[in-house]
């Protein structure tokens, strides 16, 4: 998935590659990234990994644009090199699901009750 990441202020931005994870909460980069963008962690959070381990990650806040989706997120700091993951709170406000047979993003209404 092509996106783009820029910091709140719209000053800085990148264009990178991510893999849709919807198993990981929140969309995760590597912190090195982070820092090229003049995003800085707002606080520490903890994290279940697949290896049902725990550790914290620096967390802080970006926006994230997709086709046109756009919106502000929490962005986990990753260890340089990590694979950039977006995460299923991402998708969701994006206003976007998966169809896993066909392996794409598609637009969905927002729920208001």
């Known amino acids: 998935m092509a996106v783009t990441i820029t910091d709140l202020t719209g000053q800085y931005s990148i264009a990178i590659d991510a893999l849709v994870d919807t198993g990981s909460t929140l969309t995760s980069i590597a912190g090195d990234i982070l820092a090229q963008l003049h995003i800085e962690p707002q606080e520490r959070r ?15 806040f970006a926006r994230l644009s997709y086709q046109g989706h756009e919106c502000a997120i929490s962005v986990a700091f990753l260890p340089p090199g990590a694979e950039p993951l977006v995460g299923a709170t991402t998708l969701e406000s994006l206003g976007l699901a998966i169809d896993p047979v066909s392996r794409r993003l598609y637009p969905v209404d927002l729920l208001l009750k």
């Open 46 to 60: 903890r994290f279940r990994l697949g290896d049902d381990s725990v550790t914290e990650y620096p967390v802080g």
